[in-house]
C-alpha cells in the first residue's frame, strides 16, 4: 500500500492565484492520489506565525509534508507535470 | 534642514551628521556595497541604536543569513540581540534559503507570505524601523525575476504606506561600478548609501558615501569609516566638524620658560603647535616639558607615543626631571603607547576621541605623527590629522604634535607639508654643524594670530632638561641645511648694511 500524502497550502486571502492553486491542487489530487490524501489550507493572513515557522516567503505554496523528502512548490499549481515531479508521483498513462 | 522631508537619526556614529540629521523618516533607504563591506552592521546597526537610544523598536528580516548566524555574529558589538526579542523590541523575520529543499515553481505567485509576515513582527513589536538584508539573496531563490521585481516594489509601498523607515541592504560586485548586482535594488529606493572597502597602498580602507537623498540635502563624497567591537559602525565626518570652533586667547605654558617668551608668551589653549626636527633633537623633551608644564598648573594631560615604549618614555621623563608614573596615579597623566602598524588608523581616531572623551585632558601630545604617517596613505593621513586637529578644537584643548624630517640638517618633513596649514603654530628644532660639532637651534617659524621671535636659538640638552641660549648670530643657511659661517668682520658689515 502507498503512503499517504500530506499536502499543506499556504495563501493568502481569496485571491483569484489562492482559488486556482486550490482548484488546481484538488483536481491533481483527485486524480492521482484517490483517497490517499490530507489536504490543509493555510490563510497566512489569519496564521501568520504558522508562514514564519515554516518560512514561507511566497504564496500559493505547496507543502508536502508526507511522504518524505519535504518538498515545496511554488505558484498557482498550473503546471501539472511540475507539481507531479515535485510531489514524486508518476502520471498514469492513459 | 529641510522642512517636507523629515529624518529620523539612526544613531550610527558620525553617520548622521554626514547625513545632515539622518536618513528620511517614512522612506527606503538602499545601503549598498561589495561583500564584507559591513552591510548587515549598518542595517542591525540602525534596528540597535533605534531600541538603545531612541526608544524606537526594529525587525530585521533576513534574506542571507539565517537568525541564529546573525545573533552570534552581532554578539561581537554588545548588542544583545536574544534579549530584545525577549522584551519584544527586536523581531526577525526569517526569509533566508533553506537548504537541501528542492522547489519547484508551477506558475503564477507572490510575496504575500513575506508581506504578511512583516507586517505581522512590525504589529508584535511596534516597530518604527525595518532591516532587510540583503535583497540580492532573494534572487537565487526563485527563478522568475520579473515577478521578484514587481514584488519588491508591492513591498516598498507597503513600507511607505505605514510609515515605516526602511534600510535595505544589497550586494554590489564593484567598488567603482554599478550600484547594486541586480539593478533593480536601487529603483526601489528613494535613497541610496553606498559602502566602500577598497584597498590602497596595501591598507583597507572602509568609506561611506551618500549617493542619493530624494528631496533632502547631505554631505557629499566618501567619508571614512571603522567597524568597533562593542560599537559597530562609527563614521569620522571630517568637513563638517571642521571651522566651527571659536579660538581662544587665553596662554598656556610650553613647559619652557623661554620658549614661551619666543612664543610671545606661550602657546594659546586651543592651538595645534606642530614640532619638526630630525632624530634626536629634542622633540620628545618637547613634549615632555609641555606634559610637565600641564602637570605643575593642575593640568590633565594625555600623551599618546607611537615610537617608544612606556618604560623608555618615563626613564627619559625621570631623567628629565619628571616623575609620570607619579603623576599617572595622581590621575593627571594617562600615556598610551602603541604601535600604529597594530591598527588603522580610523581606529586609532576612534581610541583617541574616546581616551579624550573619558579622561578630560585640557593637553594632548601625540609624538609622532611622522610614525602615523609611514602606515597610512598621504589622504588617509591628512584625514586623520584633520579629523584629530577639529575634534580638540571643538574640546578646546591644546595639541602638540611632533614630526620627524628625513634628514639631519635642515629639511622638511613629508608631515610638516601635508599638515602645516592646519596647525596654528610651528617650532623647528634642527641640527647646527659648526666648526666639527653638531650643535642644536631652535624657531617658532609660526605663530598664528600673535607676535613672536623669529632669530635661531642655540640649546642644548642636558639632566636638566632643554636650555635655550643665544641666538646663532654668525651662521647662515641653517634651515636650508647649507650652514655657512661668517667672520665677526662679514658679520658686522652686513649688520651694518641693513641698519
Excluded at chain 2, 549617493?211 to 567619508?223: A, D, P, Q, S, V
Aim: charged share 25%; net charge negative; aromatic share 8%.
Amino acid at each position: 500500500m502507498d503512503a499517504k500524502f500530506v499536502l499543506k497550502l499556504y495563501i493568502t486571502g481569496n485571491t483569484p492565484k489562492s482559488e486556482k492553486a486550490i482548484k488546481n491542487l484538488r483536481q491533481i489530487s483527485e486524480e492521482e492520489l484517490k483517497n490517499k490524501y490530507e489536504i490543509k489550507i493555510v490563510d497566512v493572513l489569519e496564521n501568520p506565525q504558522l508562514a514564519e515557522d515554516e518560512k514561507i516567503i511566497a504564496t500559493p505554496t505547496l507543502i508536502k509534508e508526507l511522504p518524505p523528502p519535504l518538498r515545496r512548490i511554488i505558484g498557482d499549481l498550473s503546471d501539472t507535470d511540475k507539481v507531479l515531479l515535485g510531489l514524486d508521483i508518476q502520471k498514469k498513462i492513459g | 534642514m529641510n522642512r517636507f522631508v523629515k529624518k529620523l537619526e539612526t544613531g550610527i556614529t558620525g553617520f548622521d551628521e554626514i547625513a545632515n540629521g539622518g536618513i528620511p523618516t517614512g522612506r527606503t533607504t538602499l545601503v549598498s556595497g561589495t561583500s564584507g563591506s559591513g552591510k548587515t552592521v549598518f542595517a542591525a546597526q540602525f534596528l540597535a541604536e533605534g531600541i538603545r537610544h531612541k526608544n524606537q523598536n526594529g525587525v530585521f528580516v533576513t534574506f542571507e543569513e539565517p537568525t541564529e548566524d546573525i545573533r552570534n555574529n552581532l554578539a561581537s558589538m554588545d548588542w544583545d540581540i536574544k534579549k530584545w526579542e525577549e522584551e519584544k523590541k527586536w523581531a526577525f523575520v526569517d526569509a533566508s534559503p533553506h537548504p537541501g529543499q528542492e522547489t519547484f515553481e508551477t506558475g503564477e505567485y507572490d510575496f504575500g507570505a513575506l508581506l504578511a509576515r512583516i507586517e505581522n513582527a512590525i504589529k508584535k513589536v511596534s516597530a518604527k524601523r525595518v532591516s532587510l538584508d540583503s535583497l540580492g539573496a532573494i534572487f537565487s531563490q526563485f527563478e522568475n525575476s520579473g515577478i521578484i521585481r514587481r514584488e519588491l516594489f508591492r513591498l516598498a509601498y507597503g513600507f511607505k504606506s505605514m510609515g515605516i523607515t526602511v534600510i535595505m541592504t544589497a550586494e554590489r560586485l564593484e567598488e567603482y561600478g554599478d550600484i547594486a548586482r541586480h539593478g533593480v535594488e536601487e529603483f526601489v529606493s528613494d535613497n541610496v548609501v553606498i559602502l566602500r572597502n577598497t584597498l590602497e597602498a596595501e591598507k583597507r580602507r572602509r568609506t561611506v558615501e551618500i549617493l542619493k537623498f530624494r528631496g533632502t540635502t547631505h554631505h557629499k563624497g566618501e567619508y571614512p569609516f571603522t567597524i568597533m567591537p562593542g560599537e559597530g559602525i562609527v563614521a569620522i565626518p571630517i568637513s563638517s566638524i571642521e571651522l566651527k570652533q571659536s579660538s581662544s586667547d587665553l596662554r598656556i605654558t610650553s613647559g619652557s620658560e623661554v620658549l614661551d617668551r619666543m612664543c610671545g608668551g606661550g602657546f594659546f589653549r586651543d592651538s595645534i603647535i606642530l614640532v619638526s626636527g630630525a632624530t634626536g633633537t629634542g622633540k620628545t623633551l618637547t613634549v615632555t616639558q609641555f606634559i610637565g608644564g600641564g602637570m605643575r598648573n593642575g593640568e590633565k594631560c594625555v600623551l599618546f607615543a607611537y615610537e617608544e615604549s612606556r618604560e623608555q618614555l618615563f626613564r627619559n621623563a625621570r631623567g628629565w626631571g619628571f616623575d609620570f608614573e607619579e603623576m599617572e596615579k595622581k590621575g593627571y597623566l594617562k600615556v598610551i603607547c602603541q604601535y600604529p602598524e597594530t591598527a588603522g588608523l580610523e581606529d586609532l581616531l576612534i581610541n583617541i576621541r574616546h581616551t579624550i572623551e573619558e579622561f578630560g585632558p585640557s593637553r594632548v601630545a601625540v609624538d609622532s605623527l611622522s610614525a602615523l604617517e609611514r602606515c597610512s596613505t598621504a589622504k588617509g593621513f591628512r584625514e586623520f590629522v584633520i579629523s584629530v586637529t577639529s575634534y580638540l578644537k571643538m574640546k578646546e584643548i591644546a595639541g602638540l604634535f611632533t614630526a620627524t624630517t628625513p634628514t639631519l640638517m635642515g629639511g622638511t618633513s613629508v608631515t610638516e607639508a601635508h599638515i602645516s596649514t592646519i596647525t596654528d603654530s610651528i617650532i623647528l628644532l634642527r641640527y647646527v654643524e659648526m666648526l666639527g660639532e653638531m650643535r642644536r637651534g631652535i624657531t617658532v617659524l609660526k605663530m598664528r594670530g600673535s607676535m613672536h621671535e623669529k632669530e635661531i636659538l642655540e640649546f642644548n640638552i642636558d639632566s636638566g632638561g632643554m636650555h635655550i641660549g643665544k641666538p646663532f648670530r654668525n651662521v647662515m643657511g641653517i634651515l636650508s641645511g647649507q650652514v655657512q659661517h661668517l667672520d665677526e668682520e662679514e658679520y658686522k658689515r652686513m649688520s651694518d648694511m641693513f641698519k
